[in-house]
Protein backbone atom coordinates (compact mmCIF):
# COMPACT_ATOMS: atom_id res chain seq x y z
CA UNK A 1 0.00 0.00 0.00
CA UNK A 2 1.06 3.43 -1.24
CA UNK A 3 -0.03 6.69 0.83
CA UNK A 4 0.51 9.99 -0.08
CA UNK A 5 0.78 13.17 2.29
CA UNK A 6 0.50 17.21 0.16
CA UNK A 7 2.03 20.13 1.91
CA UNK A 8 2.88 23.29 0.93
CA UNK A 9 0.02 24.61 -0.26
CA UNK A 10 -1.37 28.50 1.23
CA UNK A 11 -2.60 31.96 0.30
CA UNK A 12 -0.27 33.59 -2.65
CA UNK A 13 -0.94 36.99 -4.40
CA UNK A 14 -0.99 36.79 -8.54
CA UNK A 15 2.78 36.75 -9.41
CA UNK A 16 4.77 35.26 -6.65
CA UNK A 17 5.66 31.39 -6.03
CA UNK A 18 4.48 28.25 -4.18
CA UNK A 19 6.14 25.01 -3.63
CA UNK A 20 4.48 21.77 -2.99
CA UNK A 21 5.97 18.20 -1.60
CA UNK A 22 4.21 15.03 -1.46
CA UNK A 23 5.81 12.39 0.69
CA UNK A 24 5.19 8.72 0.20
CA UNK A 25 5.21 5.79 2.24
CA UNK A 26 5.65 2.20 0.97
CA UNK A 27 9.35 0.76 0.12
CA UNK A 28 8.50 0.53 -3.96
CA UNK A 29 7.37 3.89 -4.30
CA UNK A 30 10.64 5.13 -5.65
CA UNK A 31 9.62 3.04 -9.05
CA UNK A 32 6.18 4.40 -9.75
CA UNK A 33 5.19 7.33 -11.69
CA UNK A 34 4.28 10.89 -9.58
CA UNK A 35 1.52 13.24 -10.82
CA UNK A 36 0.26 16.29 -9.69
CA UNK A 37 -3.57 16.91 -10.61
CA UNK A 38 -5.95 19.95 -9.17
CA UNK A 39 -9.24 20.68 -8.90
CA UNK A 40 -11.01 23.86 -8.66
CA UNK A 41 -14.70 24.40 -6.84
CA UNK A 42 -17.36 23.01 -9.69
CA UNK A 43 -14.84 21.59 -11.68
CA UNK A 44 -13.18 18.36 -12.67
CA UNK A 45 -10.12 17.57 -11.39
CA UNK A 46 -7.05 18.07 -14.03
CA UNK A 47 -3.98 17.08 -15.12
CA UNK A 48 -1.47 19.54 -14.23
CA UNK A 49 1.87 17.19 -14.62
CA UNK A 50 3.90 14.04 -14.63
CA UNK A 51 7.05 12.63 -13.93
CA UNK A 52 8.62 9.30 -14.87
CA UNK A 53 10.17 6.98 -12.12
CA UNK A 54 13.56 7.62 -13.02
CA UNK A 55 12.74 11.35 -13.42
CA UNK A 56 14.13 12.14 -16.86
CA UNK A 57 10.74 12.63 -18.41
CA UNK A 58 8.05 15.09 -17.62
CA UNK A 59 4.58 16.30 -18.67
CA UNK A 60 2.53 19.62 -18.15
CA UNK A 61 -0.77 20.42 -18.90
CA UNK A 62 -0.31 23.76 -21.38
CA UNK A 63 -1.74 25.79 -18.88
CA UNK A 64 1.32 25.73 -16.67
CA UNK A 65 3.81 24.83 -18.88
CA UNK A 66 6.95 27.66 -18.00
CA UNK A 67 5.37 27.89 -15.10
CA UNK A 68 5.48 25.16 -13.08
CA UNK A 69 8.47 22.32 -12.65
CA UNK A 70 7.62 18.70 -11.16
CA UNK A 71 10.63 17.19 -9.86
CA UNK A 72 11.43 14.02 -7.23
CA UNK A 73 14.19 12.46 -4.88
CA UNK A 74 13.40 8.92 -4.58
CA UNK A 75 15.60 8.80 -1.73
CA UNK A 76 13.66 10.83 0.20
CA UNK A 77 10.47 9.36 -1.41
CA UNK A 78 9.00 12.79 -2.44
CA UNK A 79 7.97 14.31 -5.05
CA UNK A 80 7.46 18.37 -5.13
CA UNK A 81 5.75 20.78 -7.74
CA UNK A 82 7.71 24.28 -8.33
CA UNK A 83 5.05 26.74 -9.17
CA UNK A 84 6.22 29.99 -10.51
CA UNK A 85 4.43 33.31 -11.67
CA UNK A 86 0.57 31.84 -10.09
CA UNK A 87 -2.64 33.18 -11.11
CA UNK A 88 -5.71 32.73 -10.05
CA UNK A 89 -6.97 30.85 -12.19
CA UNK A 90 -4.61 28.36 -10.38
CA UNK A 91 -6.56 28.10 -7.58
CA UNK A 92 -7.46 24.45 -6.36
CA UNK A 93 -6.76 22.00 -4.06
CA UNK A 94 -3.93 20.26 -5.36
CA UNK A 95 -3.42 16.25 -5.34
CA UNK A 96 -0.23 14.26 -5.51
CA UNK A 97 -0.78 10.83 -7.59
CA UNK A 98 1.25 7.62 -8.25
CA UNK A 99 0.78 5.24 -11.18
CA UNK A 100 2.63 1.91 -11.08
CA UNK A 101 3.16 2.27 -14.83
CA UNK A 102 2.87 5.60 -17.20
CA UNK A 103 2.39 5.83 -20.72
CA UNK A 104 1.19 7.78 -23.07
CA UNK A 105 -2.19 8.30 -20.95
CA UNK A 106 -0.17 10.26 -18.08
CA UNK A 107 -3.17 13.06 -18.19
CA UNK A 108 -5.76 10.92 -17.39
CA UNK A 109 -6.67 10.32 -13.81
CA UNK A 110 -7.84 6.53 -14.29
CA UNK A 111 -3.98 5.99 -14.98
CA UNK A 112 -3.35 6.31 -11.22
CA UNK A 113 -3.31 3.90 -8.73
CA UNK A 114 -3.03 6.33 -5.37
CA UNK A 115 -4.12 9.52 -4.27
CA UNK A 116 -3.22 12.22 -1.29
CA UNK A 117 -5.89 13.60 0.23
CA UNK A 118 -4.95 17.00 -1.57
CA UNK A 119 -3.41 20.56 -0.14
CA UNK A 120 -5.48 23.94 -0.58
CA UNK A 121 -3.84 26.74 -2.91
CA UNK A 122 -5.59 29.99 -3.10
CA UNK A 123 -3.90 32.94 -5.68
CA UNK A 124 -5.50 36.57 -5.04
CA UNK A 125 -5.73 38.98 -7.60
Known amino acids: QVQLVESGGGLVQAGGSLRLSCAAS????????KGWFRQAPGKEREFVAA????????YYADSVKGRFAISRDNAKNTVSLQMDNLKPEDTAVYYC??????????????????WGQGTQVTVSS
Open 97 to 114: AAARTLGSDYFRRDEYDY
Open 26 to 33: GRIFSIYA
Open 51 to 58: INWRGDST
